[in-house]
T-cell receptor
Framework: DAGVIQSPRHEVTEMGQEVTLRCKPI?????LFWYRQTMMRGLELLIY????????DSGMPEDRFSAKMPNASFSTLKIQPSEPRDSAVYFC?????????????FGDGTRLSIL | AQSVTQLGSHVSVSEGALVLLRCNYS??????LFWYVQYPNQGLQLLLK??????LVKGINGFEAEFKKSETSFHLTKPSAHMSDAAEYFC???????????FGSGTRLSIRP
């Protein structure tokens, strides 16, 4: 089975540029999560979707961040304009709905560096 | 509301020694508990999970964890450490099925030859 696929794996860009991170969840999973991981703050949940609808975006840092899920197989996380403090590893994860608790399956992440 | 505290940001053990990674949780509802492992440059992978029933949970790679409600703990153990166990380990708690999971700050496990 294909796992969660994220692209790009690495992104280096200059401050002020727009950054778009992409995620393809596991087929059949109807929950999708975006996380940010830094040394200082650890793993933070930014936003999650259920059936393509945003459920909780309370972790989104500020208006420069936006996330969309136009269909069940694709989601984007956009930063505009980007700042050096946005440098981090961004993970996407997905999980199915089930009678029992379903763990989240993570992608390998996008390592973002803003210069 | 749920929260997780992992005691010790870094644990170092000798190869062949017991591994013990500590996790305490707080939850206003019966918790679902997880341990995840993260190898360098990879995402998190599920090691094991506790939902209901048996309090001793066995996971992959010889790891196990015991849910102790009276101590609000879910410590991770492995009888004999292997070099390949070196990684970051995250304890996590959820209050309901497939909703958001709250992760601890992680414990980096180092294995000495």
């Amino acid at each position: 089975d294909a796992g969660v696929i994220q692209s790009p794996r690495h992104e280096v860009t200059e401050m002020g540029q727009e950054v778009t991170l992409r995620c393809k969840p596991i087929s059949g999973h109807d929950y999708l999560f975006w996380y940010r991981q830094t040394m200082m703050r650890g793993l933070e949940l930014l936003i999650y979707f259920n059936n393509n609808v945003p459920i909780d975006d309370s972790g989104m840092p500020e208006d420069r961040f936006s996330a969309k899920m136009p269909n069940a197989s694709f989601s984007t996380l956009k930063i505009q304009p980007s700042e050096p403090r946005d440098s981090a590893v961004y993970f996407c994860a997905s999980s199915p709905t089930g009678g029992d608790v379903q763990p989240q399956h993570f992608g390998d992440g996008t390592r973002l560096s803003i210069l | 509301a749920q929260s997780v505290t992992q005691l010790g940001s870094h644990v170092s053990v000798s190869e062949g020694a017991l591994v013990l990674l500590r996790c305490n949780y707080s939850s206003s509802v019966p918790p679902y508990l997880f341990w995840y492992v993260q190898y360098p440059n990879q995402g998190l992978q599920l090691l094991l999970k506790y939902t209901t029933g048996a309090t001793l949970v066995k996971g992959i790679n010889g790891f196990e964890a015991e849910f102790k409600k009276s101590e609000t703990s879910f410590h991770l153990t492995k009888p004999s450490a292997h070099m390949s166990d070196a990684a970051e380990y995250f304890c996590a708690v959820s209050g309901s099925s497939a909703s958001k999971i709250i992760f601890g700050s992680g414990t980096r496990l180092s294995i000495r030859p």
